[in-house]
């Protein structure tokens, strides 16, 4: 492969989580109510444009052989939900976010689990008694469109370690397994208070064929620090989201192309000298508005 310098901190290797992450995802049954003619129309136009790059860069039977190694690399190393929550997801996010008017959605990642403990309207996040980082407590409110508070919205957040490491995710670490994993629930006002640690920028385990891929055009293989969220109400849109930090490393250069500039956090030390940070969430109501021209 090239000769790029990639980081060398030790982080999760790309099989150890992705088996663990493919795994996961084939333990729950997807699907999707898409007709046959919608269907069709998508396969061609893949293949069309397939066929275009194939012309335009006369790309080699030795470069086709090559891909298809790839391939079978990636799907070998249980890597594929790395590597299209990273490269594809954002493009899926963005182009089906546009018509909404809430809070700005991102990508979900590769490592969400449902059913993290419960900690009501005010808690703090599962963690180690050493856990490594700096707290941060993050506050804010749940609305409607309307600017009402909702009570009883759900609130989940999933976030990495200081090393970089998701809990059920960590390669046999044996980190316990809902840290930095947790589920509240609103106050009557709609609001919620967690603790947790601030994560710190991540790379993308990058020791396998994702990480070929990304020596193959120079790039890095970093995310900003990054909270994951998951937030809705009876009635409301879900919303998958992201936020970062304002200044953080790589906040203008994410991997995975996933920040937008409205969240962006910039926490400050509160009254007791704990950084401190609010941010509302505002839910769209559900919508039957699927696969409107
Ligand atoms: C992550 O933590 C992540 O958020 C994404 C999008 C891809 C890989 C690891
Ligand atoms: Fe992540």
């Known amino acids: 492969m090239s000769t790029t310098a990639v980081p060398t901190t ?3 290797t790309a099989s150890g989580s ?3 992450a493919t795994d996961k995802f084939k333990g729950h049954r997807v699907s999707s109510d898409t007709s046959p003619e919608r269907a069709a129309a998508i396969y061609k136009d ?11 860069h006369e790309v080699t039977y030795d470069e086709y052989r090559v891909l298809k190694q790839w391939l079978i690399n990636v799907g070998e190393g249980g890597e ?7 490269f594809l997801e954002h493009f899926v996010e963005d182009s089906n976010s546009r018509i909404f008017t809430g809070t700005k959605g991102s990508i979900e990642g590769p490592y969400y689990v449902p059913d993290a403990p419960n900690l009501g309207a005010k808690g703090t996040m599962p963690m180690r008694e050493d856990e490594k980082g700096t707290l941060l407590v993050f506050k804010g409110q749940v609305r409607d469109l309307d600017g009402a508070g909702i009570e009883g919205a759900t609130v989940e957040l999933w976030h990495a370690d200081s090393d970089g490491y ?6 046999g670490l044996g980190i316990p397994e809902w840290n930095l994993r947790g589920t509240f629930s609103t106050d009557v006002e709609g609001g919620f208070e967690i603790t947790t640690i601030q994560p710190a920028p991540y790379q993308i385990p990058h020791d396998g064929p994702t990480g070929e891929f990304i020596a193959s055009y120079d790039g890095h293989p970093w995310r900003p620090a990054h909270l994951h969220l998951k937030v809705t109400a009876p009635g409301k849109r879900l919303i998958t989201t992201q936020l970062y930090f304002q200044g953080g490393e790589w906040v203008e250069d994410d991997v995975a192309g996933a920040v937008k500039p409205e969240l962006i956090l910039a ?3 509160g009254a007791d000298g704990v950084d401190e940070v609010v941010y509302d969430f505002v839910l769209d109501p559900v919508s039957e508005a699927r696969y409107v021209a």
């Open 10 to 12: 030790a982080v999760p």
């Open 18 to 20: 992705g088996s663990a």
């Open 46 to 56: 893949v293949l069309t444009k397939l066929s275009e790059v194939i012309y335009q």
């Open 80 to 86: 594929w939900p790395l590597w299209l929550d990273v």
């Open 166 to 171: 998701y809990s059920q995710f960590d390669d």
């Open 267 to 269: 926490p400050e030390p």
